[in-house]
């Protein structure tokens, strides 16, 4: 039987945009000078792709008794996703045996009334045991 | 792109994992748990020291990944470069004072209409052991619209 949980993470000021470029050394500008971000065919800035893999890693750590038990996370980028946009994240088990579980994950906003993919094909692999 | 490139692997960089580096990194992706913030609270839930975050890789990569960047034998426009994919699998956690090496090897580059795919994977080692760490599968995508 599957189960699927769904959890909003909230949205990521601008502040959390530079904050996250320092600490990760990303310092591509689309990130940070909306004009370089309108150049590339964005409407403002938008969220570092590995900022939004980070926030559902940490949300799938923060369920485990073990958050290193989260072994592999496989995500694929949709479409962007701008500042103080809630994200809806949504695992549901595909297998689940003794030691290893199998989540499938995906990640969408809500934009113009419109529901809007920005993670999908995301697979999470979760093993107990020591390491 | 130029196809040639498949296979082709760049220099190790070496990165020693810092105490305050975790902390900041863990900041800024919102992480709370106190394993990833301080030695103590790590050993006290039986870790042998303060962990990494699971997308940490990501500071390594962002030092190793400017080898590409610099290769203009690969025929990528970096201006336009969006993240397609990525995929992190870990062997053991990360720890403080870890002594990493990163070495990224092109696994595949095709061209899809106005788009240009990039695969690259980057295999992390304990540099003292040689053992493997953890392994980053990642998917640019040089375009004119979409994606992040």
Redesign the interface.
Known sequence: VSTERTTVVEGIDRE?LV??A?????YNRIHWDPDAARE??FATV??????????V??LL??QLD???D????????????YPGEPLRVRATTLESQPDVLELSVSAEVIRDDEVVP?LT?GLA?IGAGD? | VNTDAVGKTYSATVYEVGRQKVVEFAGAIGETNAIYLDRASALAAGYPEQVAPFTFPTVIMNISDQQLIADHTLGIDWERVVDGEEEISYERPIYVNDVLRATPTIVDMRSKGPLDFLTFRTDVVDATSEDAVCSVLATLIARDGGGA
């Open positions: 959390g904050r996250y320092g600490a990760s050394g990303d590339a065919g938008i969220v570092q792709g590995m900022l939004t893999m980070s926030r890693a940490v750590g923060a073990r958050p290193t989260l072994r592999s996370l496989r995500v694929r980028f949709r479409r962007e996703l920005v094909d692999r390491r």
